[in-house]
């Protein structure tokens, strides 16, 4: 609606996760990193963890179109986790191209001698689970033990993305094994400064087709840091909002009354928004004290004035 009036071809603030709007802050770089490093170093196990909305997929996304352009990685990805055993080898069986066999055993005799033939070749296989903290403490522990058909723990990496309930899910006995197996680990964050908020707006903008770099000002931007706390999810759709109001109110720049006339409209997504007669929730505490001081001072110069009015000396009162 508002793209034209921008100068955009599509939506710059789509919540979708698409590896072509991809910002890689130093956290986020740091994060693709590792999941390279341990491609590269054949680590058999690796684990990202990050709370909703960091860009955990969108990094997955891009990660995967990378392995593919690569001839010796044999990459696939399971992106609904929620699946049972035979489920998962259905999948892995189609995917691998092994026929269909009636028992387990036949399978995984299959499985071992493509992993063999795929080390032989020097290529190797990966597989992605995303949205780990969803799956069955059954297949989870099933990884494990067909992490054990890999030769000297060649020719198979398995990457476990989620979100932090997927660390207390590993706490469990029945997990334990696969814990230990888990050497690399890595937790996404949020944005952590108003510049990175601006180079992110800024990247997606330019993506999206406009020339135009300074739509939102800098006081906009540090209003989205703010309400978002820096998470990529909430900055989309605070920033959506804010380029439809200021189209509607025909303004070609976003600044921090635009932002502020959106923050009703997504209240029940962001923390602390200061709406209309309602005190900012950050500030409360500040305030119940400031008050609290004010009281006691108020109460404690009525006490000293009903001393001196009756001429007892403080202390006699009470202590007789």
């Known amino acids: 609606m508002y793209y034209k009036f921008f100068g955009l071809e599509k939506n710059p603030f789509d919540i979708h996760p698409d590896p072509k709007f991809l910002y890689l802050s130093d956290k986020h770089r740091e994060a693709l990193s590792h999941l390279t490093y341990c491609v590269l170093m054949q680590k058999p196990f690796l684990m990202l963890t990050g709370d909703v909305g960091v860009g955990k997929t969108t990094i997955l996304n891009y990660f995967i179109a990378s392995l593919r352009k690569k001839n010796n990685i044999l990459v696939i990805p399971f992106l609904n986790p929620r699946l049972s055993l035979e489920e998962f ?21 299959s499985f071992r001698q493509i992993l063999h033939k795929l080390v032989e070749k020097g290529r190797t296989l990966v597989l992605i689970f995303d949205e780990c903290q969803a799956a069955s403490v059954e297949l989870l522990e099933e990884l494990r033990l067909i992490s054990n058909l890999a030769e000297g723990g060649k020719g198979l990496i398995i990457i476990l ?5 997927l660390e207390n899910k590993l706490e469990c006995a029945e997990l334990y094994a696969l814990k230990q197996r888990i050497t690399y680990k890595y937790h996404l964050g949020p944005f952590e400064s108003p510049e990175d908020v ?18 939102f000002t800098e006081g906009a931007i540090e209003l989205i840091y703010r309400y978002s706390k820096g998470v990529p999810r909430l900055i989309n759709i605070l920033a959506d909002h804010s380029l439809l109001t200021a189209y509607l109110k025909e303004q070609a720049v976003v600044d921090e009354d635009v932002v502020k006339e959106c923050l009703p409209e997504v209240k029940h997504l962001l923390e602390d928004i200061p709406l209309k007669g309602s005190p900012n929730t950050r500030l409360a505490p500040k305030i119940g004290k400031k008050w609290l001081l004010i009281i006691i001072l108020i ?4 006490i000293l004035l009903w001393f001196y009015r009756h001429q007892i ?7 007789g």
């Open 89 to 109: 080898y259905a999948v892995l069986a189609a995917e691998l191209k092994i026929p269909q066999a009636n028992k387990k055993a036949h399978f995984l005799l």
């Open 161 to 165: 993305v989620g979100q932090p309930e």
């Open 198 to 215: 601006s180079q992110y707006l800024i990247t997606r903008i330019l993506r999206a087709g406009s020339p135009k770099t300074k739509i």
């Open 299 to 302: 109460l404690s110069i009525i």
């Open 313 to 319: 000396p403080l202390g006699e009162e009470f202590f």
